[in-house]
């Protein structure tokens, strides 16, 4: 299936989809029903950024003649995955504990040792929720720093829950740490910051 029709390009991929398991969209149904006093939000999620979405950031790290072509091609890396296959995930934010909450059952293709979840693969989802947490704030941020602790191996296709929270904010540094649960929150998968 063609990833570059304008109708992907805009599609909205933190929804529920036929891959889901049980245990997925039970949590997405628990936060959605958080989302209704607005004192959470649902973040969506497209294969590619908004256009200029960081046009300022892209003009001082990348060479503008050769955005376009490259952006054309380019897709986030967790939403490149065919259905089920890779990342399926939602995040959601609450401003005011400066907080982002990830759910995910992680597909087939992230294994590393057999039956497990690779540790890139952590690694990825830890960043992009950590660092939806400080965008939330900063607008546009880099990672500068991730530290993690594998403490428990997580099982592949399984579903776990990323807990990011702002810790400290000094200028234009952020400094977030982040968990990662089993679905049932009694096993700590992970700790970053
Ligand atoms: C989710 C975030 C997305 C951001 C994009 C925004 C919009 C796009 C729309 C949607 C995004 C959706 C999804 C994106 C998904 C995932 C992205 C996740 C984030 C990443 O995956 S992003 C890629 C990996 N990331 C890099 O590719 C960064 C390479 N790197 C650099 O670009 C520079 O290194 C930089 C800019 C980090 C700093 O450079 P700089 O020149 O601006 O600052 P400078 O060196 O002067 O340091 C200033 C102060 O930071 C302190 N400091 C510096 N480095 C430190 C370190 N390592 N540890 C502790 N402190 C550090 C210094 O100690 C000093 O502190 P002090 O002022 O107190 O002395």
Redesign the pocket.
Known sequence: RSFSSEKDIHKDYAVPNPTWSEDLRLLYEQFMKKCEDGSWERLPSYRQ??AG??SD?QAR?LDPSAMKELTSRAR???RSFEDGLGFEYVMFCNDAEKRVVCILQGGPHLQGMPGLFHGGAILTII??TA??C??RIG???????LNVNFKRPIPLCSVVVLNAQLEKA????FFVSCTVHSGDGRTLHTEAT
């Open positions: 950024h908004p979405g960081c950031f790290h986030l890396f967790t960043d992009a660092g939806m400080a965008k607008k546009v941020v880099l990672t500068a720093n000094e200028g234009r540094k």
